[in-house]
């Protein structure tokens, strides 16, 4: 277990305006990894990093951007919120190329 | 297009009884693949993974079945007990620990 947080569990918030969602691990695992879930679409990756300096697209980063601030955080932003970013968002972190993806419990964003 | 879909979205078992959870997917390059538990506002949690050298991973009551030909894998559960009731997705990487692509997900439904 990676111990793997997020913030917030919940967010409401308005077409255009700017959110970041945070993500920290407690485990030190050197790769994290940003998904979204939609009902029926499984989880989705964003964006994914296997160390402090190495960001990575994922399937679906138009619309996103990520920061990797430390070893244990990883935050994800979006610049201009519109409605079809709503989704459940979850984290995971990982240690190594064999190592299994440790979630978070997800954040569920709304954007009206 | 999704290249690993769970074509039932939900199942409904009888407590004792064998849950099937059924995976098919698309990409000839996947040869580690996985299955996680998603409980409800919770992220999802890793259960048990198989690789292409192999047909078969038993864990406990879990087994994984791989059935490379057909492109297919099998999640087996025996028995199912009501605290089994969750979303099941399974994912599949080119090599374990990369990148992973998930199905939709099955929500089991163990009634006692």
């Known amino acids: 277990d990676a111990d793997v947080t997020q913030t917030p569990r919940n967010r409401i918030t308005k077409t255009g305006k700017r959110i970041m969602l945070e993500c920290s691990q407690t485990?030190?695992?050197?790769?994290m990894y940003w998904y979204r879930q939609d009902p029926g679409l499984g989880l989705r990756l964003i964006y994914y990093?296997?160390?402090?300096?190495?960001?990575n697209k994922g399937e679906i980063s138009d619309g996103y951007s990520v920061s990797r601030q430390a070893q244990a955080k990883f935050s994800l932003s979006l610049e201009s919120a519109i409605p079809n970013q709503t989704a459940l968002y979850f984290c995971?972190?990982?240690?190594?190329?064999?190592?299994?993806?440790?979630f978070g419990p997800g954040t569920r964003l709304t954007v009206l | 297009d999704q290249q690993v879909k769970q074509n039932s979205p939900s199942l409904s078992v009888q407590e004792g009884r064998i849950s099937i959870l059924n995976c098919d997917y698309t990409?000839?390059?996947?040869?580690?693949f996985l299955w996680y538990k998603k409980y409800p506002a919770e992220g999802p949690t890793f259960l048990i993974s198989?690789?292409?050298?192999?047909d078969k991973n038993e864990d406990g009551r879990f087994t994984v079945f791989l059935n490379k030909s057909a492109k297919h894998l099998s999640l087996h559960i025996v028995p199912s007990q009501p605290g089994d009731s969750a979303v099941y997705f399974c994912?599949?990487?080119?090599?374990?620990?990369?990148?992973?692509?998930f199905g939709g997900g099955t929500r089991l439904m163990v009634k006692p």
């Open positions: 995971a972190a990982a240690q190594g190329r064999g190592g299994t993806q440790y």
């Open positions: 485990k030190g695992h050197d790769r």
């Open positions: 990093s296997f160390d402090v300096k190495d960001i």
């Open positions: 990409n000839s390059m996947f040869d580690y």
């Open positions: 198989i690789s292409s050298i192999k």
């Open positions: 994912a599949a990487s080119e090599g374990a620990g990369n990148m992973l692509t």
